[in-house]
């Protein structure tokens, strides 16, 4: 285990992630002051309910809690101990953790709200580039868009693990002339 802060991914049950997250900040951080920043990723999206469109919430990676601290063999075995805790995300026997680029292109999404919002991308052919909004600078391939939901089907990779994350989205399609036609309207 190191002596530096790296970022460490607990796994738990959907919908205990900020159970898990107030646990820890209230045991160790308020209780021990130990060093541990604590980070839940969520994403804004668009749900209707019956003829109505009402923004929502919910969590980027279901089951991650992602923690920055000094892993030590005491530390694990103290966050081990905790209810709600399912497992490390692990590299052979220790505690896997995230690798610099993968962190990076999280902290880049969520800003300093810990919230994903919504984007707008450009779609030319079967590709498309972000142009604002949280992904800004991404381009790629995305899985699939639900123009109707507003919503866009996205790739990521953290810590070995691709997960398809369904992010907010307002997609344009580039026209000959260079002008915008609008595919998916989000309010």
């Known amino acids: ?3 530096d802060e790296k970022w460490y991914v607990i796994y738990t049950r959907t919908g205990d992630e900020l159970k898990v997250k107030r646990l820890i900040e209230l045991i160790f951080c ?3 002051r130990k060093s541990i920043k604590v980070l839940i990723p969520k994403r804004a999206i668009i749900e209707r309910k019956g003829k109505n469109r009402v923004e929502k919430i919910k969590s980027l990676f279901p089951g991650y809690v992602f923690i920055k601290t000094c892993m030590s063999y005491e530390l694990y075995n103290e966050i081990k ?3 709600r805790f399912l497992k490390f995300l692990k590299d052979e026997a220790e505690p896997a953790e995230v690798r610099e680029e993968e962190i990076k292109i ?5 800003g300093d709200s810990d919230i994903v919002g919504f984007s707008t991308g450009i779609k030319i052919g079967g590709k498309v580039k972000i142009i604002d909004g949280p992904l800004k600078g991404f381009e790629g391939l995305i899985e699939k868009i639900d123009k109707r939901k507003g919503r866009v089907k996205v ?3 953290v810590s070995g693990n691709v997960n398809l994350v369904d992010l907010g989205i307002h997609i344009v ?4 002339n260079g002008e915008f036609n609008n595919l998916s309207e989000v309010s």
């Open 1 to 3: 285990m190191e002596d």
């Open 81 to 83: 101990r905790l209810p």
């Open 30 to 32: 308020k209780l021990k």
């Open 106 to 110: 999280i902290l880049a999404l969520i």
């Open 173 to 176: 399609e580039e026209l000959d």
């Open 155 to 157: 790739r990521l990779n």
